[in-house]
């Protein structure tokens, strides 16, 4: 394939009418419809839209990756240095991909082969299109993982995509889109599932790469902070069709169309909560009640919880180390409240819920409602446990697929005897209209649904109980902005009609600004600062919380873009040898209530 320069006054890639159909038993379904729009040299053009909007599905066009016979592009022209890239063949197409457009997929671990290692995955990307020995394509190998800032490429080479953290494999995958010197990338989503340090660096690295390259971004994403972050133009999408274009600027400051408000509106904004005490819904305030005043009676009282997981090795598979999950928690929750835990992943926030839960093994005491759970045996937990129910992070996973989700709803209440008959189905009706569904939607499949459904559906399950706790496990982070704030809203006006409490464990500073009373930072399975959520927010005293408010995203392109450090920070192990005795970082009071790490 011959490609030509592009004059300077030209776009690098222009994108004509693109028609995107995919096949149903009703006949073909349009998913991009008529999307139109320019890619210059060196800039970033970020595509932006809830799921479902097209964003990805375009992508996949323009390399024509799209799952055929399934799906096809219909119609349209996408000319690359003046090639249409629909009009050409399959090995036309191969030299494409990579040497020309390289792509970031959202997931990096199912990008990578598990049973590769990842210097065997990035020299075939290399040696792909430029024939080299083997030792040329190392070299190559270790080059591009030093550019994307991995500490010890030489070990990282040896090693298999699950030794790493979700951001080094996210940095493996953008050090094999540039293998080829691409110029342009193609980033889908490539940090909804990261948490806001490790996003920060990585955007912070594209942007030092697009700097030092020259190379064109398309960036999809539903994450209006990272719009503002990086975009010079933004195209939004709604039902496949482009609603609205433009320099990132006029976006923000003057939308033009109602959807794009609305995306704009849904996005919580680290700091507009300063100077009030209570959680404040995303919907007009007129629309909800008025925010409750949590109890002073402690509903879940936890003191000294420590979760720790034994490694084993040899012949014997005896146990050779340890790890330190969770390590002296003391804590507790009122009634009507919502504590929010925050903090990077591997820092024992899950752990500490599924605790709650007597999900794993743990020691140390947890009471909830004035009843010891510990050396409960599964039976005795039976009614603890109607008291304490979980809303996951992926409510496709936690639910099953071979059910209606009426009868998942229905669970509960059948196991613990509560409901049976008419009664039963007036219940699970009732639980439908509370989260905001139809109760017709009863006879459907999870499949059925979308996300955001999914997780209503989800609460709705929690709620069958009439639970006095909720533990609410990353219920948000996979959601659109605008269906984030929707079940963000019902979690409130739940709260404020029964006075249910929230253990809400979250890594979005933003969010967790907007819900939370008190707020708990974790690092390496401790506190390192705990207080309410002002105190927190407004004047917070350990450097940990400080570096986890500067890396959220702004959603204000008019801000001076960050420099924030791109260098991967390693984050310490928590594995430790047997016979290891922690030291525990004590909490020391601040003032009004306000704790410390010493």
Not at 78 to 99: M, P, S, V
Request: with cysteine; glycine share 8%.
């Amino acid at each position: 394939m011959t490609l030509t320069s592009v004059p300077p006054s030209e776009p690098l890639l222009s994108v004509r009418g693109l028609v995107t159909q995919v096949a149903t038993p009703r006949g073909a379904k349009t998913v991009v419809d008529g999307l139109s729009f320019d890619l210059d040299r060196g800039k970033t053009l970020c595509i932006a839209g809830e799921s479902g909007s097209g964003k990805s599905m375009t992508a996949l066009s323009l390399v024509q990756l799209l799952p055929q016979p399934m799906a096809r592009v219909a119609g349209g022209e996408a000319l690359f240095k003046g090639r249409d890239i629909f009009a050409l063949k399959d090995d036309d197409l191969r030299t494409l991909r990579g040497r020309e457009i390289g792509m970031i997929f959202q997931e990096p671990m199912t990008s990578l082969n598990p049973v590769l290692t990842i210097g065997r995955q990035l020299t075939e990307a290399i040696t792909a299109q430029r024939p080299m020995t083997r030792a040329e394509a190392t070299a190559e190998a270790l080059r591009l993982l030093d550019q994307v800032q991995i500490p010890d490429p030489s070990r990282r080479l040896k090693q298999y995509p699950h030794e790493l953290s979700g951001g080094m494999r996210q940095r493996v995958m953008i050090a094999i889109a540039l293998s080829q010197g691409p110029d342009i990338l193609i980033a889908d989503e490539p940090t909804t599932a990261l948490d806001v340090t490790v996003q920060a660096q990585i955007l912070s690295l594209i942007r030092h790469l697009q700097k030092e390259r020259g190379t064109a971004v398309i960036m999809i994403t539903h994450d209006m902070g990272v719009v503002a972050e990086m975009a010079d133009d933004v195209l939004v999408m709604k039902d496949g069709r482009m609603v609205e274009h433009g320099p990132v600027r006029a976006i923000f400051d003057a939308p033009r169309e109602a959807y794009t408000r609305m995306l704009l509106d849904a996005v919580p904004k680290l700091g507009e909560m300063r100077g009030t005490d209570r959680p404040k819904r995303a919907a007009a305030p007129s629309a909800a009640l008025p925010a409750i005043k949590p109890a002073k009676d402690v509903i879940v009282d936890v003191a000294d919880l420590t979760v720790r997981f034994d490694i084993k090795g040899g012949i014997l598979q005896r146990p050779v180390s340890r790890v330190h999950a969770v390590e002296g928690l003391t804590f507790s929750i009122r009634r009507g409240e919502t504590l929010a835990l925050v903090g990077e992943s591997g820092c024992g926030k899950s752990t500490t819920g599924k605790a709650l839960m007597n999900l794993i093994p743990w020691s140390g005491s947890i009471r909830v409602d004035g009843r010891e759970t510990s050396g409960l045996s599964r039976r005795a937990m039976k009614p603890v446990l109607r008291d304490v129910q979980m809303v996951f992070q992926d409510p496709y996973a936690s639910l099953d697929p071979r059910f209606r989700v009426g009868d998942l709803v229905a669970e509960p209440l059948v196991i613990h005897g509560i409901a049976s008959g008419s009664e039963l189905k007036d219940r699970v009706e009732y639980l439908f209209r509370r989260v905001g569904l139809s109760p017709e939607q009863a006879n459907r499949y999870p499949h059925e649904f979308s996300g955001g459904q999914r997780q209503r559906i989800s609460i709705a399950r929690a709620l069958s109980l009439s639970p006095k706790v909720i533990i609410a496990d990353e219920s948000v982070s996979a959601l659109d902005v605008s269906i984030q704030a929707q079940v963000l809203d019902l979690l409130q006006d739940i709260q404020n009609e029964t006075g249910i409490s929230y253990l809400f464990i979250s890594h979005d500073m933003a969010v967790v600004e907007q819900i939370s009373h008190r707020v708990a930072v974790m690092y390496m399975g401790q506190f390192v600062e705990l207080g309410t959520r002002r105190q927190i927010f407004e004047d917070p005293k350990h450097a940990y919380t400080r570096q986890l408010l500067a890396a959220v995203p702004v959603p204000d392109p008019r801000r001076e873009r960050r420099l924030y450090d791109a260098n991967v920070r390693e984050i310490k192990s928590p594995i430790r040898p047997l016979g290891f005795v922690p030291q525990y970082n004590a909490l020391e009071d601040a003032g009004d209530g306000h704790l410390v790490a010493g």
